[in-house]
């Protein structure tokens, strides 16, 4: 828990987050989801991911969002306080066309820009997903806030070093190596150097310090549509109770012709089931009888007899797969009759030769209750596989 960060208000909300955006080739997202339980914050679930979706996923749009910006495209530098010093930044370019991040310290300004397109871009992809940005910060420099909390001289991070001294940040140093990571301890939790960054900028938001100086006007619409979203959540809430509490109300004068009309629904409703359950059996009735009339099923001998004599005929060297009686002209389509080969087994196979086709082909023709047969199709799946489909006529 970070015990030493007291009374923090974000709207009264209970959750919110901290999103770092780590700009390459692919951006990286350093998730921090923090908690405040009464007078404690407490970070509830930290995580990284490379994925917009994760961050959908375990991020309420409810809950609002602050951002920070690194990478790809994020100049950071120490400049003089004196004079101009956006100059040892900028050059030659329009300073309309950055955003930039200053934090401002006795002998030095510490500067973070970026473009405002990378910079819009990021905004807009959270804004399509209906997220509420209330803040954000570019660069390093703003984990200054957390010096106190630290008890560390420096701050280490991938390629980046903050140095600080009795609560100021004095110097700025880059690498071209990685650093390696240093957890940093907070109250009773251990966190990353850019987790701490991610804390700074809700710090900032929480509790504004003068000496950091950044563009945040463009945020102002964004801030009074989330306020005016919580002041009408609140007022739906207040409307729903009054609207509940006079339904009560009446409830209670009408509960008699209540109990009345829901027992007669109760009725008619069962009524009409009945009667809709009625209708469908005699149309399955229906469709049923006309089945039977056309298959010749009445007839006691009509299955049992022919596929008896069909099996019993069978030769060694011939396996039955699938037999039909009586098979579909086509397929049964929704409310239109049901079209039946009369008078027609089909039968389909696999022998091991052709020849045991034929010969049970022979065989059939020889049955009294046959009128014709026909090989349909006679296909060789492999060296010894053949399959086949007869077409046997009843007389």
Known sequence: MLERLKNIELFKQKYYAVIGLRIGQQVVYDILLLEKEKENLSISKSFSTNNFGDIKREVSIKTPIILNFSGTGIISKKVNREGNYMKEVLFNVKKEDFYNYTV????????????KESIEYHFEQFK??????????????VALLCVDFLKNETLLLE??????????????????????????KIGSDLISGSEVILLSSMLNYLYPVEDIDYEKGFLSEGLKEYRFKKTFDYLAVGGLVAFLAALLGSYLLLRYFNKEYVE?????????????QIKQMEKELANKQFLA?????FNKKFLSFYINE?????????????????PLEESVKANEPISLQPNIIRVEGEASNSFYVNQWVKNIKKAQWVDKVEIMGLNRVDKHTELFLLRIKID
């Open 104 to 115: 401002h310290q006795s002998t030095s300004n510490y500067v973070s820009i970026s473009r």
């Open 159 to 184: 390629n980046e070093e903050l140095i600080f001294s009795n609560g100021n940040l004095t110097d700025y140093r880059k690498s071209s190596k990685d650093i390696e990571a240093v957890n940093y």
């Open 310 to 326: 069909l099996m019993e005929s069978i030769p060694e060297g011939i396996l039955i797969s699938k037999l039909h009686v009586n």
């Open 264 to 276: 007669y629904e109760q009725q008619l409703y069962h009524f009409n089931d009945s009667f809709s």
């Open 293 to 297: 009339e056309n298959t010749g099923v």
């Open 128 to 141: 399509k997903e209906k997220y509420n940005i209330v803040d954000y910060s570019i660069g390093p420099f």
